[in-house]
């Protein structure tokens, strides 16, 4: 019987450490999500508003989808550019220089 017991204690070990090399190795895999703050933001302006827009695109934008937002006179929902009501006349311009791109 110990013999048996020793086979049990020792696979319950076996399992514990391979359970805690997975969870080692699952933090050191980097993440292929994207990190916050990591996406680089999309500037626009408009002769009707004042100052640049500066917006980071969300899951699934593109600074060309926002801007296409921003000319439709029929969208509605999203709050860009604090939450603007301009519409049409918008330009992508560079962040940095403010210079239409």
Avoid: H
């Amino acid at each position: 019987m110990e013999g048996r017991g020793m086979n049990r204690t020792s696979a319950i070990g076996l399992v514990l450490l391979a359970c805690m090399v997975a969870i080692l190795l699952g933090l050191a895999v980097p993440m292929s999500a994207p990190v916050a703050g990591s996406v680089e933001p999309c500037c626009f302006a408009n002769d009707r508003y004042e100052g640049a827009c500066k917006v980071i695109p969300g899951e699934g934008e593109t600074c060309k989808s926002i801007l296409a937002y921003l000319n439709n006179p029929m969208s509605t929902g999203k709050s860009y550019c604090g939450g603007t009501s301009v519409r049409g006349g918008w330009i992508q311009v560079d962040c940095k220089t403010g210079k239409a791109m």
